[in-house]
């Protein structure tokens, strides 16, 4: 599924599309990853996935009005 549709948790009715960047941690990216368990491969793509969003956004030419994840 994708991954901004999915809610935050089991029975929430937050969704990490809503899910503001500024609480997004490590446990997070888990927790999307281990949804995807019984499919290997697509855990890891998602693991890769996020790191290339979470890569590109440190990256200072992708600053969006002098805002940066650094």
Do not use: M, Y
């Amino acid at each position: 599924g994708d991954i901004c549709t999915e809610p935050i948790a089991q029975g929430a009715t937050e969704f990490f599309g809503d899910f503001p960047l500024s609480r997004f941690a490590p446990k997070h990216v888990a927790i999307l990853r281990d949804r995807k368990r019984e499919t290997p491969e697509a855990a890891n793509e998602r693991t890769k996935v996020l790191r290339a969003v979470f890569n590109w956004a440190r990256d200072p030419e992708n600053a969006i009005d002098g805002v940066n994840a650094n």
